[in-house]
């Protein structure tokens, strides 16, 4: 077979043709950068609607609007920032099943 009837590798080795025709607009910089900013202006819109539609006064920190938002994002980001140092302090060295103790730093 000639270069010229060869065809362009659409995607990964091992991933499925029709999953490359449906998604691969996803992979492109633009498309991050648009869900993104539409992402941000929605939660904008939303906690402006929720100012403007369920006016009440404000009696304490929940009934600041998008309080309950913020706070999730920022207790679900604790969450996850916390894995960070646990990880370092529960991690062990590459090789620690393969060596029994005593016997680190010696050739088998």
């Keep these: 077979m000639s270069d010229e009837h060869e065809h362009a590798k659409l995607g990964e080795v091992g991933e499925h043709p029709l999953s ?4 691969s607009w996803m992979r492109t910089k633009l498309f991050h950068k648009v869900m993104l900013i539409g992402l941000g202006a929605l939660g904008a819109i939303l906690i402006g609607f929720e100012m403007v539609l369920a006016f009440q006064p404000i009696k304490d920190a929940t009934g600041v609007p998008g309080f309950y938002g913020i706070f999730g994002f920022l207790a679900f980001g604790l969450a996850v920032l916390s894995g960070w140092p646990l990880g370092k ?12 103790s005593g016997e680190a730093g010696r050739d088998r």
């Design 20 to 23: 490359v025709l449906l998604f």
């Design 89 to 100: 302090l529960l991690r062990r060295p590459e090789d620690y099943y393969e060596t029994r």
